[in-house]
């Protein structure tokens, strides 16, 4: 290997570290708000790489089904919440509900039937996308996580492995077996030396940096951030002074639906999508995401950019097991966390 080669191995890398950087912040997110591994944090990447793919192609975006569904089961939940309670709801109630969950899917998914969203700039199609894809992450929230938001952690794995399955074949059904691949932002190119750097790959990794500034001035200057903050610090604490829980939990899943729908926006010019491509890619976020402990964001964002860069050295030395080389990576991780956490004897807690 030679200065050439190694310099756009590492060029690959970070441009795919930068992807796994949102996923692994995303999961960290969500796990310290709800206390949910968020496994099905991968389908929505497939969902953002498969609706570009369809505006781009002129075609209906059956992602807007699935939204439109996800609406209508979580508007029936929340009536069937509504009528359990003790005391009598107004009508004025019932319709705040279907006002904050039901409008949003059957605006988005009317626009979607009618207005011409193939012969719009790429911009806004990319702004379509996210309008079909982020709020199908609280509506996931809603139906599958909040009725069990005070179970135990393996409850909440469980049923996380539950919904990854779901939407995996809600995929399949929706999308089909085959893949797609969008059209690239940019086909510039910058020559530096003998090094060709692709106007795409600065363009992920620009993306990337500047969603991770913006979600550090929303958690730093925002009262919303903070508010998720406090709640991923101490949630009883949180509850105590005010923050609502339930809240709190769709935040996170919203925030997560969005980075998960801008990887997949990002990273479907550069290779193929299937509709169960984002459980690896999600994977390989959850590795970063443990080598931070899912607690820590920097260890998280500093994990992706070891992941991406072991991923692309490993599939130059051993392409048939780089898969393998970035899974082991977890291994030692573990390991080393297990032997540095402190333990407790349990005669002497007794």
């Not at 099905?40 to 569904?69: N, R």
Request: glycine share 8%.
């Amino acid at each position: 290997m030679d200065l050439s080669i190694a310099a756009i191995l590492a060029q690959d890398g970070l441009t795919s570290g930068a992807i796994y950087a949102l996923l692994a912040l995303a999961l960290v997110l969500v796990f310290s708000v709800t206390r949910v591994i968020f496994i099905p944090q991968g389908e929505f990447v497939a969902f953002g790489a498969f609706t570009m793919a369809a505006l781009q192609g002129g075609k209906f975006p059956t992602a807007s089904w699935l939204l439109l569904g996800l609406g209508v089961t979580a508007f029936v939940m929340e009536l069937v919440a509504i009528a359990r309670l003790p005391e009598r709801r107004s009508l004025r109630e019932v319709a705040h509900a279907a006002w904050q969950i039901l409008l949003l899917p059957v605006l988005v998914w009317g626009a979607a039937q009618w207005l011409p969203l193939s012969n719009w700039p790429m911009l806004l199609q990319v702004a379509f996308t996210l309008a079909i894809v982020v709020p199908m992450g609280p509506l996931v929230y809603r139906i599958a996580y909040q009725p069990l938001a005070s179970a135990s952690t393996l409850v909440l794995l469980i049923v996380s492995v539950g919904v990854h399955y779901a939407l995996t074949g809600i995929g399949l059904l929706a999308f089909g077996a085959e893949g797609v691949r969008t059209e690239p932002f940019t086909d510039l190119r910058f020559e530096i030396g003998a090094l060709s750097v692709s106007g795409q790959s600065l363009a992920v990794v620009v993306a990337a940096l500047l969603l991770i500034l913006l979600l550090y001035v929303y958690f730093e200057r925002t009262l919303p951030g903070k508010a998720l903050r406090a709640t991923a610090v101490n949630r009883v604490g949180a509850q105590i002074v005010g923050i609502g829980i339930t809240q709190a939990g769709r935040a996170s899943f919203l925030l997560a639906a969005a980075m998960g729908a801008v990887c997949g926006i990002l990273i479907a010019p550069f290779t193929t999508i299937y509709y169960d491509s984002g459980f690896l890619i999600g994977l390989k976020g959850f590795v970063a995401a443990i080598i931070g402990g899912l607690a820590s964001y920097p260890l998280a964002a500093a994990g992706s950019l070891l992941v991406g860069l072991l991923e692309s050295y490993a599939s130059f030395w051993a392409s048939a097991y780089k898969e393998v080389i970035v899974f082991t990576l977890i291994l030692p991780v573990l390991l080393w966390r297990s032997l540095a956490a402190p333990h407790h004897d349990e005669e002497e807690e007794a």
